[in-house]
Structure formats: C-alpha cells, structure tokens
C-alpha cells in the first residue's frame, strides 16, 4: 500500500468496526478527498458518515467539537495544512482545553487529518509544516507517520484516543519514499518495508518513537519525509547513525530519544519547519538537559529557513541531504 | 502627496465611523426605536419556507403590551401556573445575580456578569426547550440552568472556585459546565460555542435523536467568523438548532453599531443564509417563549435552523470589571422603550387576577432568602483567593485523559518545589 492507501485503510477499518467515527472535510465524500485519501469510504458507509463540508475551517473543526461533545468520533479533514489556521481558535481554544476546562464532563475525541510539508512544488500556501504550532498548545496531540504503515496504525490508535489529536500527512511521501534528491526518479512504496501494510485492524500507540536504524556514532532525530532523506543522507556519507523517527511529537517519547542520545554522544534534529521556535528547539532543549554530560559536540539542528515558503526555490529551501550532510561532519568533527 | 490633486473633480472619500446615540450626560430619546403592535406580526407555520416570511427578521414579535395585556397571533396561552413559574425563575435569576455581584464586590471572588433586564431571554427559552435538549450558552444565560433546577450552591461554589466546585477552580466565574442539565462548558473566546451547537445538532440528526440544540451569543459578537460559518454549516445541513442573538445594544462599551446594527437587523442575518429569522421583543417573556417553541418545532420536524434576534437592553455593566457611567448615559436602563421583562410578565399576571404585588413582594423575600441561605452553604466551601481550595496535584489533571510523561514529570517537580519549600496542603509558593 502507499500512504493514501494506508491512510484509507486506517479510516475503512475504524469505521466498520465504530458506528460513531464519521468523515468530513471539504471534497472528502463523493470524490474521495483531492488526495483520493478518503476514496470510496462515502459509498461504503452513506452520507450522513461521510460528507463534504462548506470552505470553513473554523466550521469544519467547530462542527467536530460539537460532534464530539455530542459523542461521536469526528475524523475531519484540513485539505493542507496552510489551510488550518482558521481554525486555530477552535483547535486552540476549544478542543485542546474542553476536557480540562469541564473537569471531564465534556471531551472532544476528534482527530484532525491535514497533508503538510513542501517538496511538491506547491509555493507557500501549500508546503507549510505547523506542526510547531500545536505542539505548543496543552492538550493537543501531534502524530506524524514516515511509514504507510506506521500511518495506519498511528492513525487508529488516534480516533481511539480520546483526546484531539492532530495527524499530519507528509504529502511528500504519500506515493513513495523520498530521498531528498527531487532530480531522481520516485520511488514507490512497493519496494519499502513500511509499504507492507495488513488489511486488518492494528495499532501504535502515540508516544513510541521507533528506532528505524540502530548506530553508534550520531543521533538524528526526525520524522516524515525526513527520516527517509536522513535516512539516504547518512548511507551516502557511510556515518554510522542512530535514526530515531518520532512519529508523535505530543506525547513525545523522550525516553528512546534520551538513551540513543546517550550511547551516541551526538545529536542532529532534522524537521522542515522553519527554525526559530520549531519542534527541533523544544527537542535540542530536552536533548541538552537530560543528555548534556555524555554530549561529544554541539547539537546540530537541520530546519527550513524562517522565510515564507518560497515556490521556485524550493529545493533551495528544503532541507536535503546536503545541509544534513554538513551538520553531520560537523558534529562528528569533535 | 497623494494623487488627489491630480484628481480634484472628484470629492474626497470619508470614513463612517458609528457613534451612539447617547453618551453620558444625555438625555435620552428612544423615540427612533419601533414598538409595533402585539398584532403586527403573523405566525407562519412551521413548516413554511424560511423565504415566505423574511418580514420577520425586520419586525418585532410580541405577545406581551406594556399595559400588560398579552394577545396577537404568537400568544402561547400559557397556564397562569406556567407564566407564575417563568416570572419565579426570572425573580430568582435577578435575585441570585445580585447576591453574587455583591459578594465579587465583598472580594469573595474575583468576577461576576448580570443578566439585569435580559432574564426573559433565557427564562423564556429554557420554558419552551425539552430539559434535555442541548444548549450551547454564553455568559448571560444562567437562566437556563436555574430554570432546570441546577442547585445553587453547586453553581455558587463554581463562581468562589472553592473545593466545593466541580470544575476543579479552572475557570472563571460563571464559566459553568452542567452536562446533567444540557448546558455546555462555556468559553470565553466569543461564538466559538455556534459551530460547536450546529455539530451537536448535526451529530442528534446523524444518529436519528430527537433532541434538538440551542446556542446564544451576544450582538456584537455575530462579527466573529464562527457565528457565519455555524450559519452557513446550519443552512446547508438543515441542523435542528435554534441561533439566539441577544441584542442588548452593548458588548462592553462598543454600540451594537460596531457590529453593523446601523445597516440592518441581526435577524437579517438568518435571510443570507436561507434560515428562518425572526426578530422578536426580548423583554417579552411570552414572546421569548412562543418564538423558542415554534423554532423547536421547526427544527424537530426537520424544517432546520432558526435564528432568532432578541431585541433586549443591558441594564447593568458588562462584568464587575466595566463601568457604564463611562460610556453611556445614565438615562438609557430606565427609559428602554421595552421596559423590564420581570415588571412585565407580573403586571400581565396581575391583569388577569392570577398574581398581586403582595405575593410578588413575598416571593422576592422568599428568593432571597433562598439565595441567602445558599450563599452561606457554599461559602463553607471557601472563597476565592483564601488559600488553595484544590489539591495542588490537580492542576495536572485531565489536560489529557492519561497523564504523559511530560505532565508527570512535571507533576513531579511542583511536587519537589513544594517539599522543598515545606508547604505541604494549602498556600501558594
């Protein structure tokens, strides 16, 4: 399967088995979603579960809010995340705080699915990752899969839970890995060990980051499309590295991260966001307090640039197995 | 230099900018304001096109005269027991909001927001709903959890924040949450509350229930993009809600100008979006009843949402915290050409001969002494700022519904600081 196909899979099998977990989103019923993510669920399980909604995000979401208090399991869909800053208010204000603010009376068990992240040429309202955003907000959770198959367990264990949560889709990698070199020809999931995805019911519990390479000289911590651009950026530098792929940002496991850490004494953070008050400084922070002592060299950190997303410099932006081919050497230096 | 001068045929553009009528040192007209007669307005059926009656968003239905003599075409024909239980919960909504703005005054908590001279809007909505259809209120509506028997210490014990209050003295005062009684935990982000009914009510729809929502917000805020896109997701969907606009011409010091109150009603704003309008006289007990009925039956049978505009006057400051003498003038309360809707609904009682001044007086004393009493009770629970009232341990608490690991170390160190600092139970660091 490819990520869209996993993803589907995800929504397919929570649907039959919960008569309360409902699709919505703008083109998700009858078309099946811009991404195809949501194809043929409409058809499966009738309108009233799955349906379009009108061009408002704040809608889109406050309507699930509403649909939650009420008892359901709203699964609605932001069609790229640059979009969902009108809902923000709803996401921030209300979903994240209802549980705490009502002492448990009411909760908003909705999970937020969004395509995020650049490398398609889709200039900046169509390529924003504002995951640190929400990682910021108590009482949201943040998933982020690298995997089809880590995307459709973490997207089950999501509509489980209870709380808001927040899944970003890296829409980079919906049809195949990516190795951060946009000239080669794509790959496809086919080939990839995560591409295995059973039909069936399974899940991953938010708050396990998975070790997708075990090594012994470097720590990179990252998630999304860029596991797989780390992932090629140290088999073409020969470094030993420790590839630790988060997959949930809140609750994060800092437990992996912290032991990785400490065996390698270094650490470079990959994300695409922009820097300056990204995920990769709340990780550099964490990693600093808690790993300071068996620290060999500085914690790198590999990020987009605090500029708007740009269109025609895209590959000038994205940080690819260049700027994290630098920040290697340069930890592995001392 | 602009390019007027290359342009100086043309007069200059000016910006309109909306100013009250009256500021403090005014006198006051509301000569402009149009009472029509409690027979101007018809009742469609309920289930008329919203289109075939879009006269009622720029009317005023009434029931209620101010002579006191109710009649036209939306006269509920209440029971006198029905109206005397209406003008009770109103006496107790009036009775309960000044014991508790006396006791934010005593610095017994720090907040406090009256309903003075808007009880009928939620009084007369909460006789008309199920008790257990939902709503999805603003801060005005206390009514209704007072209508649905909601105990007045519970509701006390949330204003003092103190051990007794359930909401764990996380919100501010008056932020209820009464999941029991159908009342949705406030917000203090205005109209963030509409979507969220409209979801509720699509959500009964979806699952065949035949409880309807009901959501309030205050003039000013139909501005926010939240009161357009519940609009806009009512319509399309057909949602069985009821939108109530309680238009009380201020939100803090701004007019309802600010809000676009000089161009058109608030009910105007239900004909954009194909929903039933009505515009109606919010001081009017009857009407407020007659209205919210005739908007559940339309949203019962599947007729979909209705907006409704209630056309009030807010007697008293916005909170505690506001001052009114600094922006409007002290005439405006007294010479509201709708009068005051619990002197209105008694003086119908009266008319009829089913009510006096002698048992109103007496019910008065009763209320009061009922708050009283009350009051009392949850102060054994402690007041706001005297100590910490919660388990320190709870701050912690349901920001998730399993701890992460990241809260409980952070548990963890409150817990240290504490020990270290050696306070143990009470008292902050």
Sequence with gaps: MNMIQAINSAMDVMMARDPDVIVMGEDVGYFGGVFRATAGLQAKYGKTRVFDTPITECGIIGVAVGMGAYGLRPVPEIQFADYIYPALDQLVSEAARLRYRSAGEFTAPITVRSPFGGGIFGGQTHSQSPEGIFTHVSGLKTVIPSTPYDAKGLLIAAIEDNDPTIFFEPKRIYNGPFDGHYDRPSKNWSAHPGGEVPEDYYRIDLGTANVVRAGNDVTILAYGTMVHVAMNTIETLGIDAEIVDLRSLVPLDIETIEASVKKTGRCVIVHEATRTGGFGAELSAQVQERCFHHLEAPIERVTGFDTPYPHSLEWAYFPGPVRIGDALKKVMKD | ?429
């Design chain 2, 1 to 429: 230099m602009s390019d007027a001068s290359r342009r100086s045929n043309l007069p200059p553009l000016a910006l309109h900018v909306p100013e009250p009528k009256f500021r403090p040192g005014d006198a006051v007209d509301f000569a402009d304001v149009t009472v029509p007669p409690v027979d101007a307005a018809r009742r469609p059926d309920t289930s008329e096109r919203a289109d075939a009656f879009h006269d009622l968003a720029f009317g005023l239905v009434r029931v209620l005269d101010m002579d006191g003599t109710a009649g036209g075409q939306w006269n509920p024909r209440l029971s006198p027991d029905a109206m005397r239980r209406m003008l009770r919960n109103m006496a107790l909504t009036r009775a309960f909001d000044e014991r508790m703005f006396r006791a934010q005054r005593q610095g017994k908590t720090s907040f406090y927001m009256k309903s003075l001279g808007e009880e009928a809007v939620s009084i007369g909505a909460a006789a008309a709903l199920a008790d257990d259809d939902m709503c999805f209120p603003s801060y005005r509506q206390q009514g209704i959890l007072l209508s649905r028997g909601c105990n007045l210490v519970d509701m006390m014990n949330q204003i003092y924040s103190n051990r007794g209050d359930k909401l764990m003295g996380r919100q501010l005062p008056i932020m209820y949450s009464e999941k029991d009684f159908g009342f949705f935990s406030i917000s203090g982000n205005l109209t963030t509350q509409y979507p969220q009914a409209v979801g509720w009510a699509m959500a009964s729809a979806a699952k065949g229930d035949t409880r309807i929502a009901a959501t309030w917000c205050g003039e000013g805020s139909t501005a926010e993009g939240d009161f357009h896109s519940a609009c806009t997701f009512a319509s399309v969907y057909r949602a069985p809600v009821i939108f109530n606009v309680v238009n009380n011409q201020w939100a803090i010091s701004s007019f309802s100008g600010f809000a676009g109150a000089e161009a058109t009603t608030f009910a105007a704003r239900a004909v954009g979006y194909g929903i039933a309008g009505l515009r109606i006289d919010g001081n009017d007990a009857l009407a407020v009843y007659a209205a919210t009925k005739w908007a559940a039956e339309r949203a019962r049978t599947n007729q979909g949402p209705t907006l409704i505009e209630h056309f009030t006057y807010r007697a008293e400051g916005h909170s505690t915290s506001d001052d009114p003498t600094q922006y409007r003038s002290a005439g405006e309360p007294n010479a509201w050409p709708l009068g005051d809707p619990i002197v209105r609904l008694r003086d119908h009682l009266i008319g009829l001969g089913e009510w006096d001044e002698a048992r109103h007086a007496a019910m008065d004393k009763e209320l009061s002494d009922q708050v009283k009493a009350a009051q009392k009770e949850a102060e054994k629970n402690g007041i706001l700022g005297h100590g910490m009232h919660q388990p320190f341990d709870t701050m912690f608490e349901g920001v998730f519904e399993e701890m992460p690991p990241h809260l409980r170390e952070q548990q963890a160190q409150m817990r240290a600081e504490r020990a270290s600092a050696g306070v143990t139970v009470g008292g902050n660091l």
